[in-house]
């Protein structure tokens, strides 16, 4: 197994490969968010109406996946990620609508495999998608996993790592593209 890439975002800064690509002056995630977002000239319009954690991770695997050449088949490639707080973000959100008129787009995202569904859905990736709760990122515990599923032959490409954001401001995506 090869880590072809890593993107690592947190304190307004992107990492690839340890060297930093992108910076803002804010730490505020929605500012800066929407600043990375803009820089990178992405175009997809799902992107305003996502949760927090959706967009972290969204644009971690923009970034990773930028310019590298994908297995052709879609079912191939998998998307395995970790966090400790779920969606917990998300979750304290819906509740403050919840008094008043239930927000149906919050709740959507009050699952954190739905950020993994935004992910596939953008790539067109059909392969095994799973999320573990961690109270630390286990590295070589999802390093592992993922080349359990590349000796099971069920990937030969997967976006692994952790994306976490918490209510007091704090976020971080940790990603690797992994191949054989």
Not at 62 to 78: F, V, Y
Not at 132 to 158: A, G, H, N, P
């Amino acid at each position: 197994m090869v880590v072809q890439r890593n993107i690592t975002i947190k304190d307004a800064a992107v990492l690839q490969d340890g060297a930093e690509i992108f910076s803002y002056p804010s730490r505020n995630f929605r500012h800066f968010a929407k600043q990375l977002y803009k820089h990178y000239r992405i175009d997809y319009s799902k992107f305003f109406k996502m949760s927090q954690l959706s967009k972290l991770g969204f644009l971690a695997t923009e970034l990773l996946l930028s310019g590298i050449e994908r297995e052709k088949d879609p079912a191939l490639i998998s998307v395995v990620l970790a966090n400790s707080s779920s969606s917990l973000h998300s979750d304290e959100v819906y509740q403050r609508t919840v008094g008043h008129i239930p927000s149906p787009s919050s709740f959507v995202y009050t699952l954190p495999n739905i950020m993994i569904g935004e992910i596939c859905i953008r790539h067109g990736i059909k392969g095994e998608g799973t999320f573990f709760i961690q109270e630390l990122f286990d590295r070589d515990f999802i390093f592992e996993y993922v080349s359990d599923l590349f000796k099971k032959q069920k990937t030969t490409m997967s976006i692994a790592g952790w994306v976490d954001i918490d209510m007091d401001g704090d976020y971080i995506a940790d990603l690797y593209l992994l191949t054989l």
